[in-house]
């Protein structure tokens, strides 16, 4: 893949994904291809917070903070599994256990939201979970933004959480969070 100008964040990872999907051989509605956009672009701005999964769903009181929490696992799953599955092997949990609880939370999700034009986007991403995997790994391989060192600057981070490390990250474009103290605040 060669240098390819574009006008939005949006425009370039509609074009990746749709050019792994193709590899792949994978046909997606319009609505699943239109929300893995903007997963992506959520990622490329956004921040991955360190918090466990299981944690965030604890917290989730009320039934809107659970939707919230079920979409924030299914993404987060989606997009750690495809883009970083080589280095969660070497983490406590693999990749399995990303996969199983992103495709989880989407199921509920697919169920909670019966009835919406967004529930069938949730149940396609849940039931085509592992392909979805794959197509975000595709893009992984093809679009190398901040090079492999990234991955291990990461693992370092999560071991260490150095400010020096933090900003590095964030110069190569990923952003992190820490986790949230017992007191509501954060860990530093």
């Keep these: 893949m060669g240098i390819i100008g574009h006008s939005s964040v949006e425009g370039f990872f509609h074009e990746v994904l749709g050019e792994a999907l193709g590899q792949a051989g994978i046909q997606v509605s319009p609505e699943a291809e239109y929300y893995l956009v903007g997963l992506l672009g959520e990622f490329a701005n956004g921040r991955i917070s360190d918090e466990p999964m299981a944690l965030r769903l604890v917290g989730a009181e009320d039934t809107g903070q659970r939707v919230q929490a079920l979409k924030e696992i299914g993404d987060t799953s989606l997009y ?109």
Excluded: N
């Design 80 to 188: 750690v599994s495809g883009f970083f599955a080589e280095s969660i092997g070497r983490q406590l949990v693999d990749v399995e256990y990303y996969m199983g609880m992103g495709g989880a939370a989407y199921r509920e999700l697919s169920q909670r939201m019966c009835g919406s034009s967004v529930a069938d986007v949730y149940a396609e991403l849940s039931g085509r979970f592992p392909a979805f995997v794959d197509v975000l790994g595709r893009i992984r391989s093809q679009v190398s933004f901040a090079g492999d060192d990234v991955l291990s600057l990461y693992q370092e981070w999560m071991r260490t959480r150095s400010d020096w490390i933090e900003e590095k990250l964030s110069d190569m474009g990923v952003l992190v969070t820490p986790a949230p103290d017992d007191d509501g605040g954060y860990l530093q």
